[in-house]
């Protein structure tokens, strides 16, 4: 059941981001993060023991970040600043921040391939990515 109610929420998170307009590429981008965010938390709890390793829930929320984050950057349109926690940065350095999310996507990928088996190799999973995350927030992420 529990599978069940991540699964719809990861769908139904996905149906709210498609139905933003292509006008409105904060709320997408917005929309996109959160649904990262909600995966690596999904596998953060796995790596902790907080929650039992499932390989749907694991698979699933690879697939998301790698998904996500391959968008992501093209959400990013000139003009697209105001009123956000995107840093001008972003827009000033574009090849940089394209790499950065190529190299997140790379990395879901290669973990997607050889999914991970276990809670450790969950927790593994995580001090990859996690890095990489932050990288680009510190970089990238205005704060508030």
């Not at 981008?29 to 965010?37: D, H, L, P, S, T």
């Not at 390989?55 to 950057?73: G, R």
């Not at 190799?121 to 970089?139: E, F, I, M, N, R």
């Amino acid at each position: 059941m529990k599978l069940k109610t991540v699964l719809f929420s990861l769908a139904l998170a996905g149906l709210a981001a498609g139905a933003v307009t292509a006008a409105e590429p904060q709320k997408v981008r917005e929309g996109m993060m959160k649904q990262i965010g909600g995966s690596v938390g999904a596998l953060g709890a796995i790596a902790k023991g907080q929650k039992p390793y499932d390989a749907a829930v694991v698979k699933t929320s690879l697939e998301t970040i790698s998904k996500n984050i391959k968008a992501f950057p093209d959400q990013f349109p000139a003009g697209s600043d105001a009123n956000s926690e995107a840093s001008p940065k972003i827009w000033a350095n574009m090849d940089d921040f394209k790499a950065k999310a190529d190299h997140l996507a790379k990395e879901a990928d290669t973990l997607l391939a050889q999914l991970p088996a276990d809670q450790a190799a969950v927790g593994a999973a995580v001090g990859k990515l996690g890095p990489l995350c932050s990288d680009c927030h510190q970089t990238y992420r205005l704060k508030k």
